[in-house]
């Protein structure tokens, strides 16, 4: 769309009105950062500054705690550092490097404001070089009501700055004044300081789902209070149980510059029953299993949006939460995804959303498929095959109920095995079923099936011999064992215990 053009005798007469700075510089702290956000803002612009290392601190001295971040980057010259301080020193219509992480030109000032009411930014660019210091403190422009930015740290904190000293270039940036982090309570009070420790955590978790890829690739090392790092991968590629359902891309136009190519990439995680605890735990992400479905959506592998379906009629369910999709974007698609000043925020244009609606919707569908059959058992090229439940869930209109699966063939085998009694085994499975205790299951609170009594993983060599002898049958009457181990993998409960299929092996020695 043509944009109208304002000629100069059009304009009439004009004055100039200017912000308050020390109204404005307020409204700035309001952007809805989280400490780990506004640490991840500024981890972009060290990646943008080529840093191999980053190192985050926290350290606790109650209201006067402090938080630095130090890499090894380019580091900068003195006007560049002056101008980075600037609010606004770079515009979003401006073209962007490949590796530049930046948007706006807010995000230091906005991700420090958010956290501490004085910004120091230390820099050198190499060790000829002098460092170069700047700081924004809030009370000062306030005091002042002028944009005074100061050319000192504050007191007190000269062994933070000689941390620069034994590197060639990098910057350090520290805030002081943690007002959204600290309250008054003094240093010594265990529930304050266990208050800004657990923010720790919280960012380190949240580092490493953000920076994922940085961190696999060994492009970027980050340590957060001394611990390093790890990445965390919301596609579980590296167990080789994902399913990938098939890729798609599309042709985007942006606003300016050049048609861009969007990729997208569907993923089904493996069921619980194939993976260990801590496999299932940690896959569960920083937010929990439930609310890290949905699309993620990366910019130069940089992740913006860690799940979420882009439809206000879409909500997370448990039966969906296997289903994770990566979307891959360029910085040339900033203002056609709506990428927020945070750079955690975006949504797709509006000639894309039949398109992920289509795709969410597969892969919904093909991960309720796993999540309900515990992913089945590989046969053949990769397929999947059914697993028989010995429960069939059956829903009439806004009710349901819960039936026995007679054609389980355990069930099968029985009812077909007691002719003359069947009428009153049928009876009995239906006492069953009308007699689940539904109130006392809902009672107890369970969010998700993580928290269900279930049968132990792993079982000793004694009651994996009791239970395989128990189905003995199955392996009668000249089924081959390879055969036996298929049908029994079939079936519930045996998806869920290789040890008792696997134990198929002792009836050779009866």
């Not at 203002?335 to 975006?346: G, P």
């Not at 085994?425 to 928290?451: K, M, Q, T, Y």
Request: proline residues 6%; glycine residues 6%.
């Amino acid at each position: 769309m043509a944009r109208s053009i304002v000629k100069p005798s059009e304009i009439g007469e004009e004055e100039e009105v200017a912000p308050h700075p020390a109204s404005l510089i307020e409204s700035l702290r309001s952007f809805g950062y989280s400490p780990a956000t506004a640490i991840a803002d500024l981890i972009d612009n060290c990646i943008t500054a080529s840093a191999s290392h980053v190192d985050v601190s926290f350290n606790w001295e109650g209201q006067n705690s402090w938080i630095t971040i130090l890499d090894d980057g380019s580091g900068m010259p003195e006007d560049t550092l002056r101008d980075a301080m600037r609010p606004g020193s770079s515009s979003p219509l401006d073209p962007r490097q490949k590796g530049d992480l930046g948007r706006f030109g807010l995000g230091l000032k906005t991700a420090s404001f958010s956290q501490a009411r004085s910004l120091t930014v230390a820099t050198k660019c190499s060790k000829a070089s002098g460092v170069a210091i700047r700081r924004w403190d809030l009370d000062y422009v306030g005091k002042q009501n002028r944009w005074s930015l100061l050319k000192s740290a504050p007191n007190g904190f000269e062994a933070e700055l000689e941390r620069l000293s034994p590197i060639p270039h990098g910057t350090l940036v520290l805030w002081n004044g943690l007002d959204r982090i600290v309250d008054d309570r003094p240093t010594d009070d265990a529930r304050a300081q266990s208050a800004f420790f657990a923010t720790v955590d919280s960012v380190k978790e949240h580092l490493e789902m953000v920076f994922n890829r940085f961190l696999s690739k060994g492009k970027l090392e980050i340590t957060v209070n001394g611990q390093r790092c790890e990445p965390w991968d919301p596609f579980m590629l590296e167990l080789g149980l994902t399913e990938l359902l098939p890729s798609e891309s599309r042709q985007v136009t942006p606003s300016r510059g050049e048609i861009q190519t969007l990729k997208i990439q569907p993923y089904v995680l493996p069921h619980r029953s194939v993976i260990t605890a801590d496999q299932h735990k940690a896959a569960a992400g920083p937010r929990g299993w439930n609310l890290q479905q949905g699309f993620y959506l990366y910019r130069a592998d940089r992740l913006i949006v860690p799940g979420d379906w882009f439809d206000p009629a879409v909500k997370p369910e448990e039966h969906h939460k296997l289903a994770r999709i990566a979307v891959e974007i360029t910085q040339e698609l900033d203002d056609a995804f709506a990428l927020d000043v945070r750079k955690s925020s975006a949504r797709p244009p509006a000639a894309l959303r039949e398109d992920f609606r289509r795709i969410a919707k597969a892969t919904r569908a093909q991960a309720q498929d796993v999540y309900r059959y515990h992913g089945g058992r590989s046969v053949g090229q990769g397929q999947r095959t059914k697993i028989e439940p010995v429960w069939l869930a059956q829903t009439q209109g806004p009710t349901g109920q819960y039936k026995v699966n007679r054609e389980h063939d355990l069930i099968k085998y029985l009812l077909e095995g007691v002719s003359v009694a069947r009428e009153r085994l049928d009876a009995i499975l239906s006492l069953v079923e009308r007699n689940l205790p539904i109130n006392h299951i809902l009672s107890l609170g369970f969010a998700d099936e993580g928290g269900l009594p279930k049968a132990p993983s792993e079982l000793s060599p004694e009651e994996t011999r009791a239970l395989t002898e128990r189905f003995v049958t199955l392996c009668q009457n000249g089924i081959p064992q390879e055969e036996a181990r298929a049908f029994l993998l079939t079936m519930q409960p045996f998806d869920r215990f290789p040890e008792v299929v696997n134990a198929l092996e002792y009836l050779e020695d009866k």
